[in-house]
């Protein structure tokens, strides 16, 4: 097993070995040698294979494992903007073979036998979270902190201690195969899905499942409030419902930043929006100097929704590649000072490991609060969010720039890695879709 850049960095800082994932066991992935596939049906699924490498298998369909455990016939999916880092292979602990995805919705097809609350035939959304409903972070709704939920040890030893599970998003949190799949197994399944009512169409329940609750968590969290010009580095599907929430919570500007057509994008998608392409400003102009001269002292709370695997300057372009640092801290120190003395900035991009270069100095001297939001509880907001999404006040289909077929998942992934033919998000068909919900906003099946 090849390690990259992490996880030779993790190595060297904490005095760990981390070669072993490919003796890692894997319970939840179908596999017919260790009797937890179902051999009687075989299904397509999306599986990563190595750095850049992902593609559509054919494999056998998942089994009840625990009575716990319901199997979920998958009717949409998508990839999201996180599952490029694993296609770029800086999330550690990933092996051939593991099935990704990390949101889909779907109808209940078999139920474990403890599973009370739902029923064959329900729709329902999942929760990119595995989380057990039972300790002590659970019963406060902090669900990606459940304690029972992650095996890996990696990940307690490099964070200090462990975070949840997550659905097809490598061993380091799980190893649960992911739901860009025909059949996806749900363990916990009471605590881990949410039921549709029929007003929320599968086209608009998919985005329960990880982006709604991770941006409008980024706002709560963060804390925006009336009268708040508010930045945001990054529109992608994050950084455009953080915009989006931002104005609900009384924001009075916010500011998109980025350096492709989806600046452009935000404009035509979020009234009142106004954006930053930092590929156009004038040489030796910086994000910074322009936000300042746009709000004078700067914003009173930054977002970071773009990741720090995005280096900008050539000294973090080295720094990554060479493994001396995992993320960029580009991004945060521009968020950093763009803000005000004594506001705030919130992290929800994904960041994995340890960085270079960060502006501690002008943290400590401004009285910035940095807060790292953490991966969103999801429980926590579905209420409130289905509410917005079956009433109408919130559509999140609005950033929906392409409808699929499963077949072409794979191009999907490096199509959204090269951000090529406008791609947003998609939302993505299976076998076993209806057709498309009338009176959806959302771009007919393509082909890739
Ligand atoms: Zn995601
Ligand atoms: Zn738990």
């Known amino acids: 097993m090849a390690l990259n850049a992490a996880s030779n960095l993790a190595e060297k800082v904490l005095g760990r070995d981390y070669s072993n994932v490919d003796t890692i066991t894997d319970v939840s992935k179908p596999d017919a040698a260790a009797g937890t596939a179902d051999t009687t049906e075989t299904m397509k699924a999306l599986a990563w294979f190595g750095k850049g490498d992902v593609r559509v298998i054919e494999t056998h369909k998942p089994k009840i494992l625990e009575p716990t455990d319901v199997i ?3 009717t949409g999916t998508t990839v999201c903007g996180s599952d490029i880092h694993l296609l770029h292979n800086v999330i550690l602990q990933l092996k051939a073979g593991d099935i990704l995805g990390h ?17 064959i035939g329900d729709r329902v959304a999942n929760s990119f979270v595995v989380s057990c409903g039972e300790c002590r972070f659970c019963k406060q709704k902090l669900t990606t902190a459940c304690e029972k939920t992650n095996p890996s040890n990696v990940h307690g030893d490099l964070y200090g201690s462990k975070m949840g599970g997550i659905f097809g998003y490598s061993h380091f949190v799980g190893g649960y195969a992911g739901g860009q799949a025909e059949y996806v197994r749900i363990p916990y399944a009471a605590q881990n899905l949410l039921k549709l009512p029929d007003e929320v169409p599968d086209e608009k329940g ?3 499942a990880d982006i709604l609750p991770t941006s409008y968590h980024a706002v709560q969290d963060t804390g925006v409030y009336a009268g708040d010009a508010v930045a945001v580095w990054g529109l992608g599907p994050i950084g455009l419902l953080v915009s989006m929430f931002a104005f609900k919570a009384g924001a009075s500007r916010v500011i998109g930043i980025d350096g492709n ?4 994008f935000a404009l035509k998608k979020i009234p009142g929006i106004e954006v930053l392409d930092f590929t156009k400003l004038p040489r030796g102009r ?6 300042h001269d746009r709000v004078p002292g700067g914003v009173d709370v ?8 995005y280096a900008k300057g050539w000294a973090h372009k080295i720094e990554l590649a060479v493994g001396a640092e995992q993320d960029t801290s580009e991004l945060v120190n521009e968020a ?15 960041y994995v490991g340890f960085t270079n270069h960060f502006n501690i100095g002008s943290l400590m001297e401004r009285g910035i609060r940095l807060i790292g939001n953490g991966q969103s509880p999801v429980q926590k907001y579905w209420p409130e969010l289905l509410a917005m999404v079956k009433s109408g006040e919130i559509d999140p289909t609005f950033i929906v720039t392409h409808r699929l077929k499963l077949d072409d998942i794979a191009k999907c992934y490096y199509v959204h890695e090269k951000k090529e033919q406008g791609m947003v998000k998609a939302y993505i068909e299976t076998r076993f879709s209806a057709p498309r919900a009338p009176g959806i906003d959302m771009p007919e099946l393509s082909r890739l």
């Open 72 to 74: 979920v016939k998958v």
């Open 206 to 208: 998919l985005y329960l």
């Open 336 to 350: 950093i000072t763009s803000t005000r003395k004594f506001g705030r900035v919130g992290i929800i991009a994904d």
């Open 261 to 264: 057509f989806r600046t452009e």
């Open 302 to 309: 930054s977002i970071e929704a773009a990741g720090g695997e």
């Open 286 to 291: 910086t994000v910074t100097a322009e936000i």
């Open 103 to 119: 949101e889909f919705v779907g109808r209940v097809s078999e139920l474990g036998s403890a599973v009370t609350e739902l029923s």
